[in-house]
């Protein structure tokens, strides 16, 4: 098959499971087309992109980002492109229909810019390039439509109400949801039941060795705790510093580190409530870092916490468990559908620190619990999100597309 990957940045280092699929699909024997918004804005370059050298294959339509600077541009766009590209360019200025990324041109630009290259599938990731897609199919491109619906997106669309995302509801083929969550509230959105597919991200088992926690003489050493993730508002970062500073409070004995792996616009707001919490001394702020940093961290890792108040999956749970690390995380969005809650994950109410603290702390009092959690989660991942069956299943799913077509 020929498929293109309709994508917002590429690369981008906190999107290893966009990358997973494409090199995945490249293994299976098919050929890859990548079109993206925007380039590498300083990220890292992942081995995996020079190893198959995806640069080669990946356009960007690089939309220029000043308001006035796109203004003209698109007057330029209109201009040349109405003649070779009537249909598109009326099409992509259908304001009512597309909503913000029509209205800001945008949609203009990625839009003709697009190279229809005989592809079989156009599997767009992100709700707004699946409108995209859709718009592609209206003006001609014959391929497949198949759209991936993340967390973000579709809590954009539950703000927005519903008919944000029909184009893409209407000319997908098959709507992905990255979890029984998304599902439903796509539904919600108004999208077809039987269009929508559950299909988690995977991870790499063979990336992460599990080893079970050594809780022998844990009470007299130090107790590692992390998080990882971005430092947004989201991920409810003042809940697990707030219950880290109460479980030290009534446990002035306990050794804790907490340490945690990201960066974000609330860096100096958590880093002041530190202070006020006074736990500088148990807390460190790790920043932004590699993957392989992140699979150390997670190998010295006693207890993984998550204290998010909205959740799409969860990856970082996904990676916590194939290493053997207990998590406890709060009851949200997909979380529970990406842990086996009960067995390698207690889950809690979000924004609530106390049963935070308190779960922690009995983890904590209790490290015999932890080995066992550990195993679960490790099983748990092997039976739903092996990179390597999920990858699998995706080219089925394509496959089916095509061989609906040959009739």
Do not use: W
């Not at 997908?172 to 039987?194: E, Q, R, V």
């Amino acid at each position: 098959m020929k498929i293109a990957f309709i994508v917002d940045s590429f690369p981008k280092a906190s999107e290893t499971f966009i990358l997973n699929q494409i090199t995945g699909l490249i293994d299976r024997g098919h050929e890859i087309e990548i079109f993206a918004k925007r380039g590498l804005e300083g990220e890292q370059i992942h081995n995996s992109i020079k190893e198959y050298d995806l640069l080669a294959n990946t356009n960007y339509t690089n939309t220029p980002q000043n308001k006035i600077h796109r203004f003209f541009n698109a007057g330029r766009l209109i201009a040349t492109e109405t003649i070779r590209q009537p249909h598109r360019v009326l099409e992509s200025l259908q304001f009512r229909k597309y909503g913000p990324d029509s209205r800001s041109l945008r949609l203009l630009h990625r839009s003709i810019s697009f190279k229809d290259e005989g592809f079989d599938v156009l599997f767009c990731h992100y709700a707004p390039n699946g409108n995209l897609g859709a718009l592609l199919k209206r003006t001609g491109t014959d391929a497949n439509l198949v759209t991936m619906f993340h967390g973000y997106g579709v809590r954009r669309g539950l703000e927005k109400g519903e008919g944000m995302y029909a184009p893409a509801f209407e000319y997908s083929d098959f709507l992905l949801a990255n979890s029984k969550y998304t599902k439903k509230n796509l539904i919600k959105l108004g999208a077809d039941p039987d269009s929508i597919y559950c299909h988690p991200i995977g991870i790499s088992l063979d990336k992460f060795q599990f080893e079970p926690i050594d809780v022998e003489g844990m009470s007299d050493r130090v107790v590692c705790i992390s998080t990882v993730g971005r430092l947004v508002e989201e991920k409810g970062y003042q809940y697990s510093l707030r219950a880290i500073a109460d479980v030290m409070k009534r446990n002035p004995g306990l050794n804790i580190e907490y340490q945690i792996a990201g960066d974000g616009p609330m860096k100096e707001e958590l880093r002041y409530l530190v202070q006020d919490l006074d736990i500088e001394d148990s807390v460190n702020f790790l920043g932004q870092v590699e993957r392989s940093a992140v699979v150390e961290l997670l190998e010295n890792t006693d207890l993984f916490v998550l204290s998010s108040v909205k959740e799409g999956l969860g990856k970082v749970l996904l990676e916590a468990q194939a290493t053997g690390v207990p998590v406890v995380a709060t009851k949200v969005g997909g979380i529970p559908q990406a842990v086996n809650p009960g067995e390698s994950a207690i889950l809690v109410p979000p924004k609530n620190p106390t049963a935070l603290s308190h779960m922690i702390e009995h983890l904590c009092e209790n490290p015999e619990r932890l080995p066992k959690m550990g195993r679960s989660g490790r099983k748990y991942v092997e039976q739903h999100f092996d990179l390597e069956d999920l990858n699998d299943e995706l080219e089925c799913l394509f496959n089916s597309l095509i061989q609906r077509d040959n009739g």
